[in-house]
């Protein structure tokens, strides 16, 4: 867990550089400061619990961190969606970065598509409100991450950190 936090991270920081809106980028940028801070204390405490052995204490500690973390986690994607409908410079030819700016622009992409249904599609009442009943979400980055992409079907769930892995390599 601690080094898909890290991932997530750098997901967060390549954004930031490229968004285009100050304020998004800021906050993405705090995000994404936070997670590694959490991720950091997180691996701190595995190490201390796997060299001190059991104990409801250090067990607690432990689950307290990571549930920080899935938080700290949901931030940084919540704020990269802001980032995304903000809009997005232009990526170096960083390969990194052309994958970052890939993968969000197929959720931005997801979220126009669900919009111009829902606009087809207008559920509204007389009021002009949309019901509630039956209307479906709309798509998040957090859905994105969940769902397997194909091109990463042969790559290990977990593979271990190594030079030339590229942000999007790793499940989030």
Do not use: Y
């Amino acid at each position: 867990m601690v080094s898909d936090g890290q991932v997530v991270v750098k997901f967060g920081n390549i954004l930031a550089k490229h968004c285009l809106d100050q304020r998004c980028s800021t906050e993405l940028l705090c995000a994404a400061a936070h997670t590694q801070s959490i991720s950091s204390q997180l691996g701190i405490v595995a190490r201390v619990k796997a060299v001190t052995g059991e104990s409801k204490a250090s067990s607690e500690l432990l689950l307290s961190n990571v549930q920080n973390l899935i938080q700290a986690v949901q931030h940084v994607l919540r704020a990269a969606e802001a980032a995304c409908v903000k809009g997005l410079g232009q990526p170096s030819a960083d390969p990194e970065e052309e994958e970052v700016a890939a993968f969000c622009q197929q959720w931005r992409k997801n979220l126009t598509q669900h919009r111009a249904k829902e606009a087809l599609n207008s559920d509204r009442d007389e009021l002009g409100l949309r019901k509630t009943r039956g209307a479906k979400a709309e798509p998040t980055l957090m859905s994105l991450v969940q769902e397997q992409p194909p091109w990463s079907r042969n790559i290990p769930k977990h593979p271990s950190p190594r030079k030339g892995h590229t942000v999007m390599d790793r499940h989030l």
